[in-house]
């Protein structure tokens, strides 16, 4: 009996129905299509991977199917890893071509992609692999890249007519298989505090930034309380592919277009968009920073692992205000602004002195909009593993003042400091004994000491990196990394 024949469309980053290459090509191909994700095992086990970022997902599918439903089009969602899937799948139907688009991921996802690719050839499946966001594969250097980027994001988005596409009517036994067992509730039951995932609440987030919120984009970026409001808030929509750059990048051009006054402010934000590419394109180019240094000779460098210390850090309690502001606020809610992002990396790596790697893990299961290619490059830019850039350490002292100079931000998010007026919170060890008993607030037991003094810990740090600057191979590297890694325009100082 004569299998039935198919094609499939993998979803995987690319959480939406518009701008879409893999949908539009599978439109065109004209045979009946299984429109497929898989939740794989593996992956939500991997130490990056945290409950919210797969919230996240299953909200985003649940909106997908929202759109497909009115198209009798059906998504099967598999709790299984994909080489399996695809296994199954093949055993019952003749897959002609899977449709999907590149991914720039974890090393978890290259080994399962090469795995695909494996079983595809074997039994004789094309498999196209679309460009996404203006990330190329297989480059050797960047000259060119900016100008490639800024013409795939002038180029026409991939319209998808959904009438067109036909769906392939599997059997109930084998949809059931494929599917595996339930996802843990975990995974389904939404969480207040979170931004909730889907193509129309990205639009909406969208709407409000371009119509409201745009105007003082620039002025509160580095904000960590007016940030939350005044920022874009759209980067787990693209993290998960919700929205396209591109679609974003031709609605900022467009709203620019009309409101002059919104020029300035969307013209910077569309700057961090191609930063955003620029860090993935390096990822995607040198994915062994998930792993170790981008310079390799900064290895030399020997850091003392302090179990209590990282800890403290982790769960915010350092004893510095502000950074345990910051991790509280990113652990409840998964946002945190760039700045203040680049602040908690900086206090790990150089005042606390702590290996970069068990903080980017960390770090990586409390960002909801975790993305890999922006995720590492960053972390290892902000600790100094790259060593082609400024050597950065935030005085978390000094973006206290700076960037919460009331302290409301800091008095949300560490209760303890919530009566320490705002001339002594962003210091409260210089608190007297009488003003802690009247305040509320005594140090090392309603709130911690500092850990390290940071002015010692920062000034050992800048002396240890600038006698590793003169190192040879260090400079051998940075040559290397500049020459085949760095974008030829200037960057911003951050990113959204």
Same mark, same amino acid.
């Given at each position: 009996?004569?299998?039935?024949?198919?094609?499939?469309?993998?979803?995987? /980053?690319?959480?939406?129905?518009?701008?879409?290459?893999?949908l539009?090509? =599978?439109?065109?191909?004209?045979?009946?299509?299984v429109?497929?994700?898989?939740?794989?095992?593996?992956?939500?086990?991997?130490?990056?991977?945290?409950?919210?970022?797969?919230?996240?997902?299953?909200?985003?599918?649940?909106?997908?199917?929202?759109?497909?439903?009115?198209?009798?089009?059906?998504?099967?969602?598999?709790?299984?890893? =994909?080489?399996?899937?695809?296994?199954?799948?093949?055993?019952?139907?003749?897959?002609?071509t899977?449709?999907s688009?590149?991914?720039?991921?974890?090393?978890?996802?290259?080994?399962?992609?090469?795995?695909?690719?494996?079983?595809l /050839?074997?039994?004789?499946?094309?498999?196209r692999?679309?460009?996404?966001?203006?990330?190329l594969?297989?480059?050797?250097?960047?000259?060119?890249?900016?100008?490639?980027?800024?013409? +795939?994001?002038?180029?026409?988005?991939?319209h998808?007519?959904?009438?067109?596409l /036909?769906?392939?009517?599997?059997?109930p036994?084998?949809?059931?298989?494929?599917?595996?067992?339930?996802?843990?509730?975990? +995974?389904?039951?939404?969480?207040?505090?979170?931004?909730?995932?889907?193509?129309?609440?990205?639009?909406? +987030?969208?709407?409000?930034?371009?119509?409201?919120?745009?105007a003082?984009y %620039?002025?509160?970026l580095?904000?960590?309380?007016?940030?939350?409001?005044?920022?874009?808030?759209?980067s787990?929509?693209?993290?998960?592919?919700?929205? %396209?750059?591109r679609?974003?990048?031709q609605?900022a051009?467009?709203i620019?277009?009309?409101q002059?006054?919104?020029?300035?402010?969307?013209?910077?934000?569309?700057?961090?968009?191609?930063?955003?590419?620029?860090?993935?394109?390096?990822f995607?180019?040198?994915?062994?920073?998930?792993? /170790?240094?981008?310079?390799?000779?900064?290895?030399?460098?020997?850091?003392?692992?302090?179990?209590?210390?990282?800890?403290?850090w982790?769960?915010?309690?350092?004893?510095?205000?502000?950074?345990?502001?910051?991790?509280?606020?990113?652990?409840?809610?998964?946002?945190?602004?760039?700045?203040?992002?680049?602040?908690?990396?900086?206090?790990?790596?150089?005042?606390?002195?702590?290996p970069?790697?068990?903080?980017?893990?960390?770090?990586a299961?409390?960002?909801?909009?975790?993305?890999?290619?922006?995720?590492?490059?960053?972390?290892?830019?902000?600790?100094?593993a790259?060593?082609?850039?400024?050597?950065?350490?935030?005085?978390?002292?000094?973006?206290?003042h700076?960037?919460?100079?009331?302290?409301?931000?800091?008095?949300?998010w560490?209760?303890?400091?919530?009566?320490?007026?705002?001339?002594?919170?962003?210091?409260?060890?210089?608190?007297?004994?009488?003003?802690?008993?009247?305040?509320?607030?005594?140090?090392?037991?309603?709130?911690?000491?500092?850990?390290t003094? +940071?002015?010692?810990a920062?000034?050992?740090?800048r002396?240890?990196?600038?006698?590793?600057?003169?190192?040879?191979?260090?400079?051998?590297?940075?040559?290397?990394?500049?020459?085949?890694?760095?974008?030829?325009?200037?960057?911003?100082?951050?990113?959204?």
């Amino acid at each position: 009996m004569a299998r039935p024949v198919c094609n499939v469309v993998w979803f995987k /980053r690319d959480l939406r129905g518009r701008d879409h290459a893999p949908l539009r090509a =599978a439109a065109e191909a004209g045979l009946p299509v299984v429109l497929l994700f898989t939740f794989e095992p593996s992956y939500l086990a991997c130490p990056e991977s945290d409950p919210r970022h797969w919230r996240f997902v299953w909200q985003s599918l649940a909106d997908l199917r929202q759109t497909l439903a009115p198209f009798g089009l059906p998504l099967l969602a598999c709790h299984a890893e =994909a080489p399996a899937v695809f296994d199954q799948l093949l055993a019952e139907v003749e897959v002609k071509t899977v449709f999907s688009y590149q991914e720039t991921n974890l090393a978890l996802t290259f080994a399962r992609d090469r795995a695909v690719a494996h079983l595809l /050839r074997q039994r004789g499946v094309a498999w196209r692999e679309f460009q996404q966001n203006g990330v190329l594969r297989g480059l050797r250097h960047r000259q060119g890249w900016p100008q490639a980027w800024a013409h +795939y994001m002038a180029a026409p988005p991939d319209h998808v007519d959904l009438a067109r596409l /036909r769906p392939l009517a599997l059997p109930p036994e084998l949809t059931a298989r494929l599917a595996g067992p339930p996802l843990p509730a975990v +995974y389904t039951t939404a969480l207040p505090g979170f931004q909730p995932g889907g193509e129309r609440y990205a639009w909406r +987030y969208w709407h409000s930034f371009s119509q409201e919120r745009a105007a003082h984009y %620039s002025r509160h970026l580095s904000k960590p309380e007016a940030s939350r409001r005044s920022c874009s808030r759209l980067s787990p929509y693209l993290a998960f592919g919700n929205l %396209s750059v591109r679609q974003v990048v031709q609605a900022a051009r467009q709203i620019a277009d009309a409101q002059p006054q919104l020029a300035r402010p969307l013209a910077n934000f569309e700057a961090r968009l191609l930063w955003h590419c620029h860090y993935i394109q390096k990822f995607e180019m040198d994915c062994r920073m998930e792993h /170790r240094p981008i310079n390799r000779a900064h290895a030399k460098v020997e850091k003392e692992w302090k179990e209590d210390w990282f800890q403290a850090w982790a769960t915010g309690l350092t004893g510095y205000p502000l950074v345990d502001a910051c991790m509280r606020c990113v652990v409840a809610t998964g946002y945190l602004n760039f700045r203040m992002r680049a602040m908690l990396v900086s206090f790990l790596s150089h005042v606390l002195w702590q290996p970069w790697q068990p903080g980017a893990v960390h770090l990586a299961r409390q960002f909801l909009d975790f993305e890999p290619g922006i995720h590492y490059p960053q972390f290892q830019m902000q600790t100094y593993a790259v060593g082609a850039h400024f050597l950065r350490i935030y005085d978390p002292v000094k973006q206290s003042h700076d960037h919460d100079p009331a302290g409301h931000f800091i008095k949300q998010w560490v209760p303890e400091l919530a009566q320490v007026p705002a001339s002594l919170i962003h210091e409260p060890w210089r608190l007297s004994a009488l003003e802690q008993s009247f305040y509320h607030c005594r140090l090392g037991i309603d709130y911690p000491r500092p850990l390290t003094d +940071y002015v010692q810990a920062a000034a050992r740090a800048r002396q240890i990196q600038k006698q590793l600057d003169q190192d040879p191979e260090v400079q051998a590297e940075n040559l290397r990394i500049v020459r085949r890694l760095s974008n030829p325009l200037p960057a911003p100082e951050v990113a959204e």
